[in-house]
């Protein structure tokens, strides 16, 4: 349906084709959360790898931060419209953290990512493996600042950005796609920008 | 399948665009106007939700935003949005400059599971509003009028000046009614009208003052606003002793 008197501000080819439905472009960054920012301190972090309910790994700040790094350019793209290109992102690839736990893939098909403020989401595991998605621990080369989810946030940024949870304290792989915090509350249970799959039954 | 869950949950309710005609526009201060909206598919929602709205050019351009909604879930005709005139906006300039009555546009609602009230919640409430984010606050408190509710609400609006407060009037007739409802103005750009009201910002000293007002502690919390006000909201209410657990957040700008 054409809205009269709309004109919008379209952006270069170059710039739109990289802007997935429904997205405008941002210079800064948003910053968005469902509660209070946790300040948690490096000596008390920690992140987990479970399978099921069983813990098969641990590492403590020093010990996650001694894991090889990868550095990755991406467009991230926020559910609320915003989307943001070029962001420079520094982290622990989820492939070197089952690597670093003993496995040669994922163990279960489905994944909750877990956090310290007790929030959760859930991604299929082959969505977070291949290089596609991190633990990130930098961002524009200097560590990742509170209230944009640090000490450390997971990175999947070809979903939308609900996905990449903020102060993230573990993975859990699990057999069945259970959904975590907003995918209980009316978001989409997979979340793909290109397909707009903002709200559930889009 | 990399989406295998989605069937069991999507099967329920999928949020459809409907077309909805701009039924009034009201000028609420220098940058704020209402925008009353009668959806064709008219649909109940609860105090705190937000709609998407959607905008389309004649070359087939589209751009969508958010917008919470301002008016109470009894308000069954047509939906209150209070849009703030951003000047390097796209969107919010069409509203204020080219969108008139009778326009149709197209929404789809209510979005949003978190960031809601009920009376069935209980108080009690602890509003904490800064700049347009007192919108989905004033659905809460429209709402708990509506029901002729007495839980204890106390709103505390933070604005850069006295004309640049959203509502006032409505809500100063609110707070005259005595019935459980306490109304904290802060004006960062001006000084304070009333004498109750604050001539700074938002920061623990201040909520450690105005928290009394309240019969109790809060039961829940709500913060809206930028994203410096809600950190200062947040961290402040903290450290006044409120359990970070029963503080819910959205912040605008996003």
Redesign the interface.
Known sequence: ??????????RPPDIAKRLP????LTEDF?????????HIGIEDWSFTLKVGPKPIARWNWAEFNALPQTKQIRDIH?V???SKLDTPWQGVLIDDILAAAGLDRAPTP?TLAHSF??YST?V?A??LVGGKAMIALRYEGAPLPP?HGGPARLLVPHLYFWKSAKWVSGLQFTQ????G??????Y???G?PWRE?????? | M?????TN???????HWQ?ATITAIVPQTPRVKSFFFAPSHPFSFRAGQHV?V?????DG??????YSIASAPEMKDSIELAIERLDDG?VSP?FHE??VVG????LRGP?????VWDLADGGPLLLLGGGSGVVPLMSMIRHRAAQGSTIPVLLFYSARSWDEVIFRDELMALDDRQDGFELVFALTRERARRERDYERRLDTAVLTEVLPRLPQAPKHVF?CGS?AFV?AA??G??ATGIP??I???E?Y??
């Open positions: 349906m054409i809205t009269r008197g709309f004109t919008g501000r379209q439905p429904g997205q405008s948003p910053v968005l959360s469902a509660g209070p920012t946790p926020c609320t419209k915003w489905f403020d007790g859930n299929p082959a969505d209230d069945h796609d259970e959904a915090f907003w995918e209980l509350r009316g989409h249970i997979y793909d799959q903002r709200f559930t039954g889009d | 990399t989406d295998a869950g989605t949950l999507a099967a329920s309710r999928a949020l077309q998407d959607r905008l389309t050019a004649p351009y589209s751009t969508e935003r958010s796209e069409f080219v969108a326009d149709e546009i197209e979005i949003g599971g978190h960031f913060v994203n950190e947040a961290d209410a903290i970070r657990g503080i819910r957040t912040r700008g996003g």
